[in-house]
């Protein structure tokens, strides 16, 4: 056996380049890897196996050469371990050859000689790293790494992150810190850099190994880093397959504050589709998160994130119980209090996922103070953001339109009015959100309907009726109708000519908005349930627009309209102004 270790010895020298370091072992075992990992790329059989001996190759590159630079040559342990390294590289160079020429005898012995090869490098570089470990290696090498140029190739790349990768497994407490802030910074700069975490073995599960680290630094640089990869759909599963559930829940329950924000970061990128809720759910994960939400010293770049999760697993019935037990309801309550406004988006939009559908919840929310809170949040005189605006009056349609009572509460607590203003005075997004939510407060009883009159929303109604969009035109017409109907509401109507007016000119056949016409004529319809409307309209510039209709038998709504004005009185009136106009 020595003899034949002779001439693989001297088969090396052959093929690998002179070394220009001398007799020095380190520089010749830096070399001949080198030379390996070169000519393991022309092997075309066991592919699979030689990618991962590759992996191994270059950690131990990278490793010897941090060596190399810390220039501990003397390092008795280093000077050991070397001359191993080499027989070892001797060893894997016969079998590459081999696999090059295909001159091996038979796959399953190769295969299994190929395996003893593997891990005998993958106890050399636990063996460099244990000597690095014991930091007798200083971390001068931390400072030489290049990074790649923008739009460098992938073997740039994944050389580059193999270089990380061996200093988060063989450095030293600062090296590996300072190979996880790289490592964050390109793959914030780059995602071409997140694909290449995942293809480079290893990667993953030393970032996950990482969040148990007992140094809260390398658990908080982890977390951003892992936070980053989680943002992308494709590499969701390689993190779970990974196992990171677990250790994101325990930085959380015992990290930094800033590993918790990675952490809660993280997490919620993961259950944006509920296929994680149980997970974490199984890890405590609920319980950890309702506490950060309900203490109040905690950060909101941390409760915003946290908030973020438990909003995403309230979809699951049982963890949904397990949170209204829990008290979550008050706790995300208060919440919308808070001055941030990530907060506030995703504490309503948790307080509307745990009532939506669910009445005994929905009566809690209620209960614990939820409306007054929402409608604070629609206060003109406090300065909310908008889009915080939008939601909290979408959680006020989902929430109250439901039931009368919550109907009534929403009125005495002056919601009517805030509709208003938003109606009159909101951005574009939030004033059509009003008309909607206003449409439906029509609908809601007898009582919404003569405050709304009260209040002055039919002319505000009148105006959209011009709107571009179809279904704002709609909405209005549509809610007019309804409040023509409270008597009320009625005689105030047919105070204002203008209104008559504009509603007798969009009837003519020529407008293009034909939608909404049946809506205008049951509008008319009402009006003329008093003399002064009849008059009104049959006085209009616009009436011979009814009569049109009518007689292009568009609508039979029309005819009745015509019907309806043609009544003895008017009968006359009328056809001497349509004959007039005609």
């Known amino acids: 056996m020595g003899d034949e270790g002779g001439v693989r010895e001297a088969k090396v020298e052959q093929n690998s380049p002179e070394t220009s370091t001398g007799d020095s072992s380190l520089g010749r075992a830096i070399e001949f890897i080198s030379s390996l990992i070169s000519l393991s790329h022309s092997v075309r059989v ?150 290449v975490i995942v293809e480079v073995g290893d990667i993953v599960h030393v970032l996950v190994n990482f969040l148990d680290s007992p140094e809260l630094e390398i658990q908080e640089e982890s977390a951003k880093v892992v936070s980053v990869v989680a943002g992308f759909d494709s590499y969701k599963g390689v993190l779970i397959g990974a196992g990171i559930i677990a250790p994101l829940i325990r930085v959380l329950e015992f990290g930094s504050e800033g590993g918790k924000v990675g952490a809660a970061r993280c997490l919620q990128k993961l259950t944006e589709n509920s296929d994680n809720a149980w997970s974490v759910s199984a890890h405590g994960g609920v319980t950890a998160l309702l506490k950060i939400c309900s203490n109040g010293d905690s950060k909101g770049e941390l409760v915003g994130p946290a908030c973020g999760v438990l909003r995403n697993l309230v979809g699951v019935e049982e963890i949904k119980r397990f949170m209204v037990e829990e008290g979550a309801v008050s706790t995300f309550i208060k919440l919308v209090r808070s001055k941030e406004e990530a907060i506030q988006v995703n504490s309503i939009e948790f307080l509307q996922n745990i009532a939506s559908g669910d009445e005994s919840t929905r009566q809690l929310v209620v209960r614990e103070g939820g409306i007054r809170i929402l409608l604070r949040v629609l206060e003109p005189k406090w300065s909310y953001p908008s889009k915080t605006r939008e939601i909290a009056m979408r959680a006020i349609e989902n929430l109250c339109f439901s039931s009368s009572s919550s109907v009534s509460m929403l009125m005495n607590y002056g919601f009517v009015d805030q509709l208003l203003y938003y109606i009159r005075n909101g951005e574009v997004s939030i004033q059509e959100l009003a008309l909607k939510v206003a449409f439906r407060l029509c609908g809601t009883s007898e009582e919404a309907k003569k405050a709304m009159g009260d209040a002055g929303f039919m002319p505000e109604f009148v105006k959209f009726l011009n709107a571009k969009s179809f279904e704002v035109r709609e909405m209005a017409a549509e809610a007019l109708s309804g409040l023509v109907l409270v008597p009320k509401n009625r005689k105030k109507f047919v105070l204002d ?71 003895n009185r008017f009968r006359s009136m009328l056809s001497g102004i349509w004959h007039h106009h005609s």
Request: contains cysteine; proline residues 2%.
């Open 497 to 567: 000519d203008h209104s008559i007016a504009l509603l007798l000119k969009l009837l003519d056949p020529e407008e293009g908005n034909s939608g909404n016409k049946k809506f205008l004529i049951s509008i008319l319809m009402s009006l003329t349930s008093c003399n002064s409307g009849r008059k009104k309209i049959v006085n209009s510039g616009y009436a011979k627009n009814i009569e049109k209709l009518a007689e292009a038998e568009v609508s039979s709504d029309a005819k009745k309209l015509v019907k309806k004005l043609s009544t």
């Open 46 to 195: 066991f592919a699979a196996k030689w990618q991962l001996i590759r992996i191994k190759l270059e950690e131990l590159h990278s490793g010897l050469i941090a060596a190399e630079d810390c220039d501990s040559g003397q390092n008795p342990s280093l000077s050991s371990l070397v001359p191993s390294i080499l027989v070892t590289v001797n060893e894997c160079y016969d079998l590459a050859r081999r696999c090059v020429d295909l001159s091996y005898s038979g796959k399953l012995l190769m295969q299994s000689d190929l395996d003893v090869i593997f891990a005998k490098f993958d106890r050399h570089v636990k063996k460099l790293s244990e000597i690095y470990t014991t930091g007798i290696l200083t971390s001068r090498y931390a400072l030489v790494v290049s990074r790649p140029s923008l739009g460098a190739s992938k073997d740039d790349m994944r050389f580059y992150m193999r270089d990380l990768l061996t200093r988060m497994k063989v450095g030293d407490m600062g090296m590996k810190r300072q190979a996880l802030i790289n490592l964050h910074e390109v793959v914030v700069e780059d995602e071409k850099y997140v694909k």
